[in-house]
């Protein structure tokens, strides 16, 4: 809905002041072309996650079993952490998807595909600018948190 909404404003809105009803017209949207491709992103995210869930049963099954054994720690670990990394690049990938359904007015599979493509041959980019927002954001959520501790003492001492 927001990767909609800020389509819907790139590609129609000439000045700062316009854009009113673009949040309206992508909720419109979503509820009425993208519904299936929104439950089909999170269909792949939910067996994801329930793959890992369920190799997490079992491995807590195997080390109650065999609680010495370093081979089954070692592959129960390297496993659990390739199931992770899987489903981190699955979400990553959904949610570039999403973006793209947004963009091109496709379905998820198509969007997934072309998002998967423009990661990979914008690779340093998408890295680029990952970094950049990780820094921003860091700054930002310190920021807030002093001003909002300094406001808290400044209101507090006053009292």
Not at 5 to 22: E, H, K, L, M, P
Request: glycine share 10%; hydrophobic share 45%; charged share 10%.
């Amino acid at each position: 809905m927001i990767a909609c909404s800020a389509c819907i404003w790139y590609f129609t809105v000439r000045s700062d002041t316009g854009g009113s009803g673009n949040i309206c017209k992508s909720i419109w949207w979503l509820a009425v072309y993208h519904q299936g491709s929104i439950a089909f992103g999170s269909c792949v995210i939910a067996i994801c996650q329930m793959i890992r869930l369920v190799f997490e049963f079992y491995a807590r099954q195997v080390r109650k079993g065999s609680p010495d054994n370093k081979c089954i720690k070692c592959c129960l670990c390297i496993t659990g952490y390739c199931l992770w990394c899987v489903e981190k690049c699955v979400k990553y990938i959904s949610k570039n998807a999403y973006i793209q359904v947004a963009l091109s007015n496709s379905w998820f599979c198509s969007s997934a595909w072309k998002a998967f493509s423009l990661i990979l041959s914008n690779a340093g980019r998408f890295g680029a600018a990952g970094c950049i927002g990780g820094v921003y954001h860091f700054f930002g959520t310190m920021s807030i948190g002093a001003m909002t501790g300094f406001s808290s003492y400044l209101i507090l001492g006053q009292a």
